[in-house]
């Protein structure tokens, strides 16, 4: 049995993680695979109204201090975590007598006194399940 001594150069591991290191380009490049899917998502499901929500995807770099190279890919819009994880049902308008909203082809405005809710898209999760390696390179 022969011992080996491995030495590792942390200057050269950090190198990877810097914005032009082999690291952070992958991970940039993936969070914005998964953005451009999840658009993909939005659309296919119907839920592109106006377009707002699927305009409103995006990726960015997450601040860490571990030295660790995190993006995240969200929306900012506040009511995207419906769209994406649905609603329990029934729904009552808090503050009119009805609810109004465009139905799923857009079109028209519904005026409902209540809506049995929907279902979640998981446009991000869905997005992200997709990933291969091919996407960080």
């Known amino acids: 049995v022969a011992k080996v001594k491995i030495t590792i150069d942390q200057s050269a591991v950090r190198a990877l ?6 690291v952070y380009q992958g991970v940039a490049k993936a969070a914005g695979w998964v953005r451009d899917e999840s658009k993909t998502i939005i659309r296919d499901e119907g839920r592109t109204g106006a377009g707002r929500l699927q305009n409103s995807i995006n990726s960015w770099e997450a601040n860490t201090n571990q030295g660790e190279v995190l993006f995240s890919v969200g929306s900012q819009l506040p009511y995207a975590i419906f769209q994406h994880e649905g609603v329990k049902g029934p729904v009552l308008p ?5 609810l109004r909203f465009r139905s799923k082809g857009g079109g028209a405005f519904v005026f409902a006194r209540s809506t049995k809710g929907f279902e979640g898209i998981f446009f991000l999760t869905r997005a992200r399940d997709r990933l291969t390696p091919k996407n960080f390179t």
């Open 17 to 22: 993680n810097q914005r032009d290191g082999l």
């Open 94 to 98: 808090r503050r009119a007598k009805v």
